[in-house]
């Protein structure tokens, strides 16, 4: 297999990065995801337009991550690994592994650090 792997987080799991099929499906995924947000009425007030933008995000990293676990557990459903991410795993967990599949991806939004969130939180893998 030729994609990059990083271990990730207090259990260690591998992440991968992006095959370019599943770049494409991640570009399209963000595209559905912005016409949500561009759908979301004038009159709803600023608090639920928040909870909704952080639950499509949510929704989002977990699903570029459930790709990436994916690459290392073939043997599972996208939806089975989908839904254990966003069961098991707290936001901000799945945040960092978004952000380091990104950078292993080779498309990190230019804001991340140069450190992947991974690389710290690997590093300690008593916390949770």
Known sequence: ?????????????V????????????LEAIVEHMSALENIPDTIPEAKKMAIFGSLTIKLHAWLVSRS??????????DDIFNQVLNDWP?????????????????????ASEEPAGESASSTPGKS
């Not at 992440?15 to 991640?26: A, V």
Request: glycine content about 6%.
């Open 15 to 26: 992440l991968s990065e992006l095959s370019g099929l599943q770049r494409i499906e991640y």
């Open 69 to 78: 676990l994916w690459q290392q557990d073939r043997e599972r459903t996208l």
């Open 91 to 111: 936001p901000r967990l799945i945040n960092e592994a978004a952000l380091l599949v990104q950078h292993l991806s080779g498309i990190a939004p230019e804001s």
């Open 1 to 13: 297999m030729y994609l990059k792997t990083e271990p990730f987080g207090p259990n260690q799991v």
